[in-house]
């Protein structure tokens, strides 16, 4: 009891009373917070304060972390340093990866039966943050971040990583194909492959490219079912009717939530997947999506709307509650809207249409436009090595 009172007659002497320093501290932790990651699903901030002014937790943002230590600082507050910055210390070198499987399938948790979070494709570049048993925490390009089990990746140091970065690749574009052992399609597979995968490019035999795997797996792809990547990507000319032609290529694929491939798609997947076949690459959630491009007006009805707009549906903001997007379509033209919801389809706002979307419309927020204007949007041209 004498230690307890002078411990708090201690701290007082220092202008805070006993159990004032870990909430000032925590005060500080959540304004660097709000600052630099906002939004956990991109960006990792898991930072407390202890009654003694001990910080635990981690973080990916090393930026953060030190603007937080030098703000508690500048306050007068002791503190004692023990925040793990990621990429955690046990993966060694290993810090980066290459998704090594047609589509994997990214987890909110590392077990099997988590939540799928996300998908991504063949031959897409990692960030390795931490390690829990045979699963990863990742981080996609588009910054999301969640966990991807042993066998989804391949594993690599820096040297590595840039060698597999900078090597000629191949995209597939067919839908749905595989690899072979061998310059024959009747022959044995080495694995399915979908639209978006990339491989590294050997070489070419006739009407087959051989490729290689992240993991050193060689095959044969036929020539009719893919492109050289930087070709492809030359070539691209993102235009409103090659949207609508993309998306149509899609239509009755199952929803999936977490989906963003040919496998199957939620609704921002499927926008995120028009986009990224046309060389763009959109954040991953609808509710991200939403701060991408310029607003479009249509207080007065939907005649301003032009194919490749983005729709936004959900929940008002009210007197008390705050807006909540949860689904996204594609605007189509002639009234029309094309979105992943049961399976993807085609939805229209013309109360008159036979597929009209009486709840759709309903629960309609807003509408954006990306074409014209890519704000928020990364374009894969200015990715490329």
């Excluded at 006993?18 to 925590?26: D, S, T």
């Excluded at 981690?58 to 306050?75: G, H, M, V």
């Excluded at 820096?158 to 194909?177: C, H, M, N, R």
């Excluded at 050289?228 to 949207?243: G, N, Q, V």
Aim: with cysteine; hydrophobic share 40%; glycine share 10%.
């Amino acid at each position: 009891m004498k230690f307890a009172t002078l411990l708090c007659a201690f701290i007082a002497g220092f202008g805070l009373s006993y159990g004032q320093l870990p909430k000032q501290m925590q005060k500080t932790i959540d304004q660097v917070r709000q600052q630099y990651a906002p939004d956990r699903r991109v960006a990792i901030f898991q930072i407390e304060a202890d009654e003694n002014g001990i910080l635990t937790g981690k973080t990916n943002l090393p930026e953060a972390k030190s603007d937080l230590l030098q703000k508690l600082s500048n306050a007068g507050l002791k503190y004692q340093d023990s925040i793990q910055t990621l990429p955690a210390a046990i993966l060694g070198e290993q810090i980066y990866g290459v998704v090594n499987l047609s589509v994997a399938n990214i987890r909110s948790q590392p077990r099997d039966a988590a939540e799928l979070a996300t998908q991504a494709l063949l031959g897409m570049p990692l960030k390795v943050l931490n390690k829990d048993r045979g699963w990863y925490l990742v981080q996609t390009p588009d910054h999301y971040i969640a966990w991807l089990d042993w066998g989804g990746f391949q594993r690599m140091n820096q040297a590595d990583f840039e060698s597999w970065e900078g090597a000629e690749k191949i995209i597939v574009l067919s839908p749905y194909t595989f690899s072979y052992e061998e310059t024959d399609a009747d022959g044995q597979t080495v694995s399915d492959l979908v639209a978006g995968d990339l491989l590294k490019m050997l070489d070419e035999k006739g009407e087959f490219y051989h490729v290689q795997y992240p993991d050193g797996r060689t095959a044969y792809i036929k020539k009719a079912d893919a492109r050289p990547y930087a070709e492809w990507l030359a070539s691209l000319t993102i235009s409103e009717d090659k949207l609508v032609g993309t998306a149509k290529r899609m239509m009755g694929l199952p929803y999936l939530w977490g989906g963003t491939s040919y496998k199957g798609v939620d609704c921002s997947g499927f926008t995120k997947t028009i986009y990224l076949l046309n060389g763009w690459v959109l954040p991953r959630d609808a509710s991200q999506q939403v701060h991408s491009g310029t607003l479009v007006d249509t207080d007065r009805g939907f005649d301003k709307l032009r194919p490749g707009d983005l729709l936004f549906f959900g929940t008002k903001a009210g007197e008390t509650t705050a807006e909540k997007v949860t689904h996204v379509g594609m605007w189509i033209g002639n009234g029309e809207f094309i979105h992943a919801s049961g399976k993807v389809r085609v939805s229209s706002m013309n109360a008159r249409a036979p597929n009209y979307d009486d709840f759709e419309k309903n629960r309609f927020i807003r509408a954006k436009r990306l074409l014209g204007n890519a704000r928020g949007v990364q374009e894969l041209k200015a990715m490329v090595n």
